[in-house]
């Protein structure tokens, strides 16, 4: 009778036990979701972040060349060509002249892999390389680390959506509550847009070299003394004769219009001034003579 009293007991504490584990559970599934911020989100996900560095290198590369040319303007047309043969492109071009000489700056963003190829093409359009550097930058681990930071944000916002669908479904759910969640994604969906952003920016920098090209005429292109023309210096001349003509014209209109004006105006007074004080002077010396 005590055995059976004892076995009913145990049960009747194991009913107990497991109908509080269900009114927990219960409570949890219907009690609001906690706030959650990014950074928290990004710990909790920390165990399954994976940051292996994709199989292929990220690595930006600049060159730049010098080269002295027999014509920079047709070697910057032939190079634009090549450029786009080789599916890339210039991204701009600067031609300016001294002393009648043209020097050309240019920019061209070549694939990558054709890089060597481009360089060795504009190389056999010099006459002479006066310098050529080339640098790189890996990348791979700044954009390993961004496409993982983008895959734990998209994956949040997935979290925050299907927040946003239960929030709905609740029939005391308060417009805050909505507002609130709202306002996560917004933010969440901004970080993604940049690292975005970033990611392609990387991508053009990697998949595009970027190589700076001045090109300047060679020496033996440069003319030995100016080209010398009859018709150029008669012009000239001519345009030297209008001038000075032109400067005597203009002396002349200042002369009648300004100041034989000026003259009469205040020259006259003082010539009568002057033509009295000597009447006066001379009739007094007459009178003292007589």
Do not use: H
């Not at 007991?9 to 584990?21: N, T």
């Not at 949890?28 to 906690?34: G, R, V």
């Not at 032939?78 to 300016?96: E, F, H, K, P, S």
């Not at 609130?180 to 990611?199: K, P």
């Amino acid at each position: 009778m005590k055995i059976w009293t004892l076995v009913l007991a145990l049960a009747l504490l194991g009913s107990a036990c497991a109908g509080q584990e269900a009114l927990t559970s219960v409570e949890a599934d219907s009690a609001p979701a906690p706030t959650t911020t990014v950074a928290a989100f990004a710990e909790s996900a920390g165990a399954s972040r994976d940051v292996t560095p994709p199989t292929d290198r990220k690595v930006i590369v600049r060159a730049s060349i010098d080269l002295e040319v027999n014509d920079p303007e047709a070697s910057m047309r032939r190079l634009g060509t090549i450029a786009g043969d080789m599916g890339g492109y210039v991204a701009g071009a600067d031609l300016r002249r001294t002393d009648s000489l043209p020097f050309v700056q240019m920019t061209v963003r070549i694939p990558a892999d054709r890089l060597q190829a481009f360089l060795d093409a504009a190389a056999n359009e010099a006459v002479e390389v006066r310098s050529q550097s080339l640098n790189s930058e890996d990348i791979t681990e700044q954009y390993a680390d961004l496409d993982a930071q983008l895959r734990n944000l998209r994956a949040y916002e997935d979290e925050l959506r299907a927040l946003l669908t239960e929030v709905r479904s609740r029939s005391n759910a308060k417009p805050d509550d909505l507002l609130d969640v709202f306002e996560r994604i917004r933010s969440v969906r901004g970080e993604i847009e940049q690292i975005e952003g970033r990611l392609r920016l990387y991508d053009n920098l990697t998949s595009l070299a970027t190589i700076d090209v001045s090109l300047s005429p060679a020496e033996a292109a440069e003319p030995i003394a100016e080209s010398w023309s009859a018709g150029s210096i008669v012009r000239r001349a001519v345009r030297g004769l209008v001038g000075a003509l032109q400067n005597l014209a203009t002396a002349g209109i200042w002369i009648v219009v300004y100041v034989l004006p000026l003259i009469l105006i205040v020259g006259l007074p003082l010539f009568a001034i002057w033509a009295i004080a000597r009447r006066r002077r001379r009739d007094a010396g007459r009178e003292a003579a007589g």
